[in-house]
């Protein structure tokens, strides 16, 4: 079933009064035939589905030596006993949930992975092979992105929001009899690992938080972005985000012009204006791709923006606001130019009865895995140095060069 934007031409009632003129002898449906074929096919482009989604994911994939396998795990209408049906939809279709599982050494500790807003597991293509290596690899895409299903999104709260994602998790988590496992989540995907072990830390052994999103509220905004939102610019980008026009619909609405806005982007965001590991050509191209299609695709968790985060991306019920409640060890990883402050997980430290750490990657920024991925393999397994079979090994326990810690 297609997920993506279907495009067709819309008339005005005069325009289709004078199209109707010059073909009163044809029938109905030649002169809707006539008015169709004014418009290139290529507008009425089917972009993307669950089937492209899962296609290009393998195709980027292609590039990972370590054999894998690829399932769709079956979470259910909803959480038992609940009539939200993810969420308040009146189907009782089964939900699925997208998630790839690398081959690992027995007795190695499980790792799961969680992506980040806009994003989906295969944005950790150039960390599977290495950390597979070290552990039973296991990387998911969220409820409502990447070839996941994609409900209609009806939440309507904070609180909604939240429970869309944890709940999903662990429905999730207990279709893959999972348990004691470390878990890393990237931007949005760190907000949601963090609320979900502060809900369910029997589960989670070690929380490992990439450029989390989530640990500054409005009131840390900065004097230059409160002075743009009194101007009449800052006021219609705050309505936009209010609306919740996410960047995804940019891409959908330029239709067949949105996979060379991705184009664009990736080059950019991981080519020119790179300091890390640039991408080759071919994992360009393929992550472009890959990209695409899972932006494209129909908008479905990608609609929790406005209900998590106001404008300027300040969470409206902040991690740091929960630190006292953390019942799970800690490490935080940020990279050098990451534009998530590693200063809002100091903060967090300071209230934290549990042990916490904090580490810089250089060469990195946001997408420190992507970047840098040489030193953020070294900076995960420092992190989990205690749960490794080489943990007896002393070199182990010294952080690596060019690591910072703070």
Not at 199 to 228: C, N, W, Y
Not at 318 to 335: D, I, Q, S
Request: glycine fraction near 8%; include cysteine; aromatic fraction near 12%.
């Amino acid at each position: 079933m297609s997920t993506g934007l279907r495009w067709w031409s819309k008339s005005s009632p005069n325009s289709t009064s004078k199209m109707a003129e010059g073909i009163a002898s044809s029938t109905a449906a030649d002169a809707t035939a006539k008015r169709r074929s004014i418009w290139p096919s290529v507008l009425r482009w089917i972009p993307t589905s669950t089937d492209l989604i899962i296609a290009a994911e393998k195709r980027l994939l292609s590039l990972v030596k370590t054999p894998y396998h690829q399932e769709r795990v079956n979470i259910g209408s909803g959480p038992p006993g609940s009539s939200t049906r993810w969420f308040r939809s009146a189907s009782d279709e089964p939900r699925f949930i997208n998630t790839v599982t690398f081959d690992s050494s027995e007795g190695s500790p499980t790792l799961v992975m969680v992506h980040g807003y806009g994003a989906s597991q295969g944005f950790f293509f150039r960390n599977f092979d290495a950390l597979a290596k070290h552990f039973k690899v296991v990387a998911i895409d969220q409820l409502g992105w990447g070839g996941s299903s994609r409900p209609d999104f009806t939440c309507k709260s904070t609180e909604e929001t939240e429970a869309w994602f944890i709940d999903s998790f662990e429905e999730w988590r207990k279709a893959k009899n999972l348990s004691n496992f470390i878990l890393l989540g990237h931007s949005f995907g760190g907000y949601v690992a963090a609320k979900y072990a502060l809900k369910h830390p029997e589960h989670v052994q070690h929380l490992i938080l990439v450029g989390p999103a989530g640990f500054s509220s409005e009131s840390d905004m900065s004097e230059r972005l409160t002075q743009f939102r009194a101007t009449w610019k800052g006021a219609i980008v705050n309505h936009l985000w209010e609306s919740n026009f996410t960047p995804q619909k940019i891409i959908r609405g330029l239709g067949p012009w949105g996979p060379d806005i991705v184009r664009k982007y990736t080059s950019a965001r991981f080519g020119s204006y790179s300091e890390g590991a640039l991408l080759t050509d071919e994992e360009s191209r393929l992550l472009t791709d890959y990209a695409y299609h899972t932006v494209a695709a129909k908008a479905s968790g990608e609609l929790c923006l406005k209900y998590i985060f106001a404008f300027g991306a300040f969470a409206r019920m902040p991690l740091l606001n929960c630190a006292p409640e953390w019942k799970v060890p800690t490490t935080f990883v940020y990279g050098f130019n990451d534009w998530m402050s590693y200063q809002g997980a100091q903060a967090a430290r300071k209230h934290m009865k549990v042990p916490c750490e904090i580490i810089r990657v250089p060469r990195g920024g946001h997408f420190v895995f992507i970047d840098n991925p040489t030193a953020f393999h070294s900076a995960i397994i420092y992190a989990c140095r205690k749960y490794l079979s080489s943990s007896s090994d002393p070199k182990i326990n010294i952080l690596p060069e060019g690591l910072e810690s703070v």
